[in-house]
């Protein structure tokens, strides 16, 4: 989980957010003004868009949720407790799927500054997050990497080697030198919400070309 803001809706007036699902999707909630039920849509893997739960307020149409997913595009996840607007009443916060079974493991938090800066860092210059910049600086790094040598003839996992490299930049990029590998793979997973094919394919290949 990644603590962030909200975001202020146009189509209705509320709030809303993205939060990951206890089954590892993810879903956007929408609190409208005034009420006590919040609109929860999981984001359909095949389609990419968004279907309202069966509870979800009616007075919240499909083109609401549609603004909340463009809107929180790319966002780090949130869980919301209780929003309070002027002269309206609190709304509560969803349970989804079992609000977690209050995730029996515990809450990875990461800074949404460093989130940020990972972002920032390999956005083009058309103001789009580029998965070509950020495999290529992994690539580069590892193939530089004495550390990764050592860790391919000692045959470690792919994804050692992955979280090891990942790791590194993102550090350097934060300078928060106290990120743990938890964080480093939350981040990597928010990432691959928003891309499809996989935020690591290219240099998870090769990787898997080096170990082979």
Known sequence: MIRTGVVTLGTVKAVAYREKLPSGGSAVVIILEGSQQPGIAS??????????AANSPKDIPQEAFK?????????PYKKLGKV???NAAAAEEPAVEAEAEELHEEEVIV?????????DHYTDKNGKLS????????IQTAHSSKVVREMIEEHKTEEEIATYVAGAKFRS??????????????????LDEVSPKGVLKEFNADIRRQLS
């Open 173 to 190: 990029i934060t300078g928060d030198h106290e990120l743990s590998d938890a964080q480093v793979e939350q981040i990597l997973a928010l």
């Open 67 to 75: 603004e909340a997913m463009e809107l929180t595009a790319g966002m």
């Open 131 to 138: 998965y070509d910049l950020l495999n290529k600086d992994m």
């Open 84 to 86: 309070k607007y002027e």
């Open 111 to 119: 800074d949404s500054k460093d989130y940020q800066k990972i972002v």
């Open 43 to 52: 984001i359909s893997k095949k389609t990419g868009e968004a279907v309202p």
